[in-house]
C-alpha cells in the first residue's frame, strides 16, 4: 500500500510518524522485510558532513549613513563579490583573505559570523548622487546585518570518486594530502547516510524539498552546478563516480557553527565543511529497498590524482564497506583509506532531523519539480576567436 | 620501565661526535630515533625515544647535557583538541605511526600519543586546524 506525502505529514503532525536513520533501516529490512518495513516507517532521514566548496552566503548590510554603493568589499580582509545592487553581496566558501593568504577565507568567514564574533567590513565606491558615500570601515556580526542567506551552488554530491597517488611526490589536494606511490586513497561520501544514494533516481528529492541545512531548515533550490544525472549506474540505481548534485538555500542566522566549519586544505586553499540532512519518504516498498543500501552494495571509482587531465585515468572499483574497513588494494597494493568527509557527524545530522520529524517541528515538502534526469555536464574547450 | 621522547638540539661542535650509543652502553637505555637532521657545522636536531629505568634515564639526560645538547621533553606538547574535531578522518590518510584512529564503535578521531612519532604531517593535513605541534620543528 502507498503512501503520499500528504499523509506522512498528517501523522508527523500528531506525532505518530515513524523516523529511522538511514543506518537503523539497514538491520529492520534485515529483520522485518521490506513489505512489512513500508508499511511501519513513514521516513528515513540521511546525513553527510563534508567539505563542499560550492558554497557561499548572500549577506545584505542594511544601509549605512550617508549610503554607499559598495562596488568593492571586503570581510576580514576576504574579497566578497559585490556587482549586486548597493549593499548585496556573495561571500564564497573558497574565496583567500588578502593578507592571511590560505590560512583564512570565506569558509571561516561563515564560521566566524555563526560563532558570534565581530567581522570587519571595509568597502570602496565612486560614489553616485544616490549613494554619496566613498569608503565605509565598520564592523558587522551575524545578528547586526539585514539577511544573512546561505546559497550553495554545488552540495550533497551523490557519490564522489577515491582519490589517489601514483607518482613520486606528495600531492595537495581538496582530497588532502596524496602520499606519492599509493601511499594512502581519499575518499568523501558517507555511504549508506548519503542524501542522494538513498534516492538514487531522485524520486523524492527534488526543487523545494525541506532539509537539515547547516543545523538549520533550508530548501533544495535546484538541481546543483555540474548535476550529471547521466553517469553510470549499477542495477541498484546508484551511480559510481559522482552524478547528481544540489544547489541548496537557507537562512545562515539560523544555522549553527557545530554543522558549518571553514576548513584548509594545505597547498589547496579553503572550503567549507557543510551538513546537509535531507528526510526521504517511505512511500513504498522501492523507497525502502532504495533506503536500505549497504555500505558494500554502494561502488565508486578510484582516479590517479597524480595525471593532470581533465579526464584521470582509474584504477578499479572499490565499495564503501572497503574504503571504512581502512585498507583497500591498488594494483595488487594494500593502501590505507581514509574519509575526508565524517561519519560521525553524518550520523549525528540524520538523528537531529530524526527528531525534529518526530517532535512534529519538520514536515516534509513534495517537490515542486523534479530534479532533472538529461542534464549533461559539458566540458570546456579552449577555443580562440578565429576558430 | 620508563619510555619518554625527547626533542635534542646539538650544538656544533658535538655533531661528529659518538653520543646517542653511550645512551645504550653505558646507561642500559634503548633509544629510538624517530627523526633526525644533521647539516654540517649547524645544530643538529633529533627526536629521540628511550626506554629504560627512570634513574637510567635522569643520568642518560645528564650526560646528554654535559655535551651542552639541550634536551627537551616533547611527550605532552602535541595538542589534539578532540572537542573541536569533527572527525573527518583528513588526519588519518597522512599517519604512518598508528597514533591516529577512527574508532570504529563512535567515528570518533582518536589519539594515541604514545605511538606518535610527532612527525606533524597531521598538523598540515587538518582542515581545522585542531591538531597542533607546539615543539620545535625538525624540518619542514
Excluded at chain 1, 540505481?237 to 538555500?249: C, E
Excluded at chain 1, 597494493?333 to 532531523?353: F, G, Q, R, W
Amino acid at each position: 500500500m502507498a503512501k503520499t506525502f500528504a499523509e506522512i505529514n498528517d501523522k508527523i503532525k500528531k506525532g505518530e510518524a515513524v523516523v529511522v536513520t538511514a543506518q537503523e533501516i539497514i538491520d529492520l529490512v534485515e529483520k522485518d522485510g521490506v513489505e512489512k518495513v513500508a508499511k511501519d516507517v513513514d521516513v528515513v532521514t540521511t546525513g553527510t558532513f563534508g567539505p563542499m566548496c560550492s558554497s557561499g552566503a548572500i549577506l545584505n548590510f542594511g544601509h549605512s549613513d550617508p549610503p554607499v554603493k559598495m562596488q568593492e568589499v571586503w570581510l576580514n580582509d576576504v574579497p566578497a563579490y559585490a556587482g549586486l545592487a548597493a549593499v548585496d553581496v556573495y561571500i564564497g566558501a573558497t574565496e583567500l583573505s588578502k593578507t592571511r593568504g590560505m590560512d583564512y577565507g570565506g569558509g571561516h568567514v561563515i564560521e566566524d559570523l555563526l560563532s558570534g564574533k565581530k567581522i570587519c567590513l571595509r568597502a570602496i565606491s565612486c560614489g553616485t548622487d544616490c549613494y554619496p558615500r566613498k569608503e565605509i570601515t565598520t564592523h558587522i556580526t551575524l545578528d547586526s546585518i539585514n539577511q544573512a542567506i546561505l546559497f550553495n551552488p554545488r552540495n550533497a554530491y551523490q557519490n564522489y570518486c577515491v582519490a589517489t597517488n601514483s607518482s613520486n611526490r606528495v600531492l595537495h589536494t581538496y582530497m588532502g594530502i596524496l602520499l606519492p606511490h599509493f601511499g594512502n586513497a581519499t575518499y568523501s561520501t558517507s555511504g549508506q547516510l548519503s542524501p542522494l544514494i538513498n534516492d538514487p533516481l531522485y524520486r523524492t528529492v527534488g526543487i523545494g524539498t525541506r532539509i537539515f541545512l547547516g543545523g538549520g531548515v533550508g530548501y533544495v533550490a535546484f538541481e546543483g552546478t555540474q548535476h550529471n544525472p547521466g553517469a553510470e549506474r549499477l542495477d541498484n540505481g546508484v551511480p559510481i563516480s559522482p552524478a547528481g548534485t544540489l544547489a541548496l538555500i537557507g537562512d545562515l542566522k539560523k544555522m549553527s557553527r557545530n554543522y558549518l566549519r571553514g576548513a584548509v586544505f594545505e597547498k589547496y586553499g579553503v572550503s567549507l565543511f557543510v551538513g546537509v540532512g535531507i528526510p526521504i519518504p517511505i512511500l513504498d516498498e522501492e523507497m525502502v529497498k532504495y533506503t536500505s543500501i549497504k555500505n558494500e552494495n554502494i561502488y565508486t571509482t578510484i582516479y590517479d590524482y597524480s595525471v593532470e587531465k581533465r579526464s584521470k585515468p582509474t584504477l578499479g572499483r572499490v565499495n564503501y564497506e572497503q574504503l571504512r574497513s581502512g585498507e583497500i588494494k591498488i594494483n595488487g597494493k594494500n593502501v590505507p583509506t581514509a574519509s575526508m568527509s565524517s561519519y560521525k557527524k553524518a550520523l549525528d545530522i540524520a538523528e537531529v532531523l530524526k527528531q525534529w520529524i518526530q517532535e512534529g517541528k519538520f514536515l516534509l515538502q513534495e517537490p515542486i519539480e523534479k530534479l532533472s534526469t538529461t542534464q549533461i555536464f559539458k566540458p570546456l574547450e579552449i577555443i580562440g576567436n578565429t576558430e | 620501565m620508563n619510555k619518554i621522547k625527547i626533542i635534542l638540539t646539538f650544538p656544533k661542535e658535538t655533531i661528529n661526535k659518538p653520543i646517542i650509543c653511550h645512551l645504550n652502553t653505558d646507561y642500559k637505555l634503548i633509544s629510538n630515533i624517530l627523526r633526525a637532521k644533521v647539516m654540517p657545522r649547524e645544530v643538529g636536531k633529533m627526536v629521540l625515544e628511550i626506554e629504560g629505568e627512570e634513574k637510567n634515564i635522569e643520568e642518560g639526560i645528564k650526560y646528554l647535557e654535559s655535551f651542552g645538547i639541550e634536551v627537551i621533553p616533547v611527550s605532552k606538547e602535541i595538542k589534539f583538541n578532540e572537542e573541536e574535531c569533527v572527525s573527518c578522518g583528513a588526519c588519518l590518510a597522512v599517519c604512518a605511526s598508528g597514533a591516529l584512529t577512527l574508532d570504529q564503535e563512535s567515528y570518533q578521531v582518536r589519539f594515541d600519543r604514545d605511538l606518535c612519532i610527532l612527525c606533524e604531517h597531521c598538523v598540515r593535513a587538518c582542515p581545522l586546524r585542531v591538531i597542533e605541534a607546539t615543539f620545535d620543528e625538525i624540518e619542514r
